[in-house]
């Protein structure tokens, strides 16, 4: 059952996602789709696949036919579902991949109905999965469609604006599958663009296709210093972004600021490690920001239920819903940033006009899967009758986690959905302040493991 998480399903190949256990998670799927149709495609790893020869068939077993998409990154895979292919519209889709994960990882993201199949409905679907028998085998169906060549016409088509202007652009797909896709946007948009790593490899051999791990931008930094004007980092299936200026590596939040400067008083939805700059700038220009729980499934639902224009995640995850069909793609985000550009934005410019503001980056405090959701509904009872010397509490949003704001910033812990972890961050307009905070709320969990 470990594989089955939050947000996918993950393991390791053969050990864990092997002939038996993925044929059964394709039948089992096959009962929660409606329609005939499944789109399925996968990522760079070796043994991606051999994955999707098994998941076919289970889901021909169960009576599905399978649109294959072949090697994509998971925007693609998610825009198959906006599609139709000579009259069929899949009824869900399928994405294999171990994201950025290491190479002996791959998994699972699934949507179903233009919606992310998550959270409870994943554990049922694995706990059906550990019951059942092996399926019967039947005559493979798979059509085979173009799912890449589409998606390169719409975003071509979408930002036609944009060719031929003369910023420099370095980019770094890591060795994942962005590059399968960006290198035909580029060329046909004639951008001056450098990029390394953008062949396909899932030994990941020049460095872990994870861009929010500073170490991992080296090389595309250095490109940078050499002469270009932007560049952007991806993670391993293409849903995660990194953008780099001479003097920014721009977070999620900051970007959700730069991009919604284009839009008329939009909706914005960030999770609850944003930044409060985000929001506080968010409501002066007249927009609705609101906060939400962390995780790209949680953020699709919530734009979904809102009719948002925009959300993000610290970590580069990037939705849009306006002008476009409300899921996290750094390949639609590089071209919407590379639109302010053009449009004349100094990025620099406009984040030094922002309130300065000191940011931890993610803490992570080990504990187990058993205990982590206890300690964080004890620090919420700690935190009802504090110890004497905690800083001034203004408010508590209990949304995902403890987020605690006090008068000069904020701090944060919740549990990991998907590792046994607790998740911490603070921010203040003081550094002095944050660290002050940091350590009350790393007493107060101390103080909470101690009394479990």
């Not at 302010?340 to 410019?349: P, T």
Request: some cysteine; charged content about 25%.
């Amino acid at each position: 059952m470990s594989i089955y998480r939050e947000y996918d399903i993950r393991g390791i190949f053969e050990k864990e996602l092997n002939e038996e256990s993925v044929t059964k998670i394709g039948y089992a799927l096959a009962s929660k789709i409606d329609g005939e149709y499944v789109a399925v495609g996968y990522d760079a790893r070796s043994h991606s696949p051999i994955l999707f020869e098994y998941l076919v068939a289970g889901l021909n077993a169960g009576g599905k036919k399978v649109l294959g998409m072949g090697l994509v990154p998971t925007p693609v895979n998610y825009f198959t579902n906006y599609q139709s292919w000579d009259g069929i519209t899949p009824s869900a889709s399928v994405m294999i991949t171990g994201s950025h994960n290491p190479s002996e990882y791959n998994g699972f993201k699934i949507t179903i109905n233009k919606a992310p199949f998550f959270s409870e409905d994943i554990y049922a679907l694995g706990r059906e999965c550990e019951a059942m028998d092996m399926p019967s085998k039947v005559e493979r169906d798979v059509t085979e469609i173009d799912a890449n060549t589409r998606y390169i016409n719409f975003l071509v088509s979408e930002f036609a604006h944009l060719k031929g202007m003369d910023t420099k652009i370095a980019y770094d797909c890591g060795n994942g599958v962005a590059g399968v896709v960006t290198e035909d946007i580029f060329k046909a948009l004639n951008l001056n663009t450098q990029g390394l790593y953008t062949d396909p490899d899932g030994t990941f051999p020049n460095h872990h296709p994870d861009p929010s791990v500073e170490h991992n931008l080296e090389d595309v930094k250095k490109l940078l210093a050499d002469g270009n004007d932007i560049a952007f980092a991806y993670d391993g299936d293409a849903d995660r972004i990194a953008v780099l200026t001479h003097k920014n590596n721009i977070k999620g939040d900051m970007m959700a600021l730069l991009y919604s400067m284009k839009m008329d008083k939009p909706t914005v939805i960030g999770e609850v490690k944003c930044s409060q700059v985000m929001y506080d700038e968010l409501q002066k220009r007249g927009a609705e920001a609101i906060m939400y729980k962390t995780g790209h499934s949680n953020l699709k639902v919530k734009m979904k239920e809102t009719d948002a224009d925009l959300a993000c995640e610290v970590s580069g995850h990037i939705f849009f819903k306006n002008r476009y069909f409300g899921y996290d793609d750094a390949i639609y985000a590089t071209l919407r940033m590379l639109e302010l550009l053009y449009d004349g934005i100094d990025l620099d410019a406009e984040l030094e006009k922002l309130p300065q503001v000191f940011s931890t980056e993610e803490i992570k405090v080990e504990t187990t899967e058993a205990q982590k959701f206890l300690i964080i509904d004890k620090v919420k009872e700690l935190l009802q009758n504090p110890p004497a010397d905690f800083p001034v509490i203004k408010d508590i949003i209990d949304v995902d986690g403890v987020r605690i704001n006090f008068e000069n910033g904020w701090g944060l812990v919740r549990a990991s959905n998907t590792t046994p972890v607790l998740v911490t961050r603070f921010e203040s307009t003081s550094q002095e302040e944050a660290k002050r905070y940091e350590k009350a709320i790393n007493d107060l969990i101390v103080l909470a493991k101690e009394s479990l």
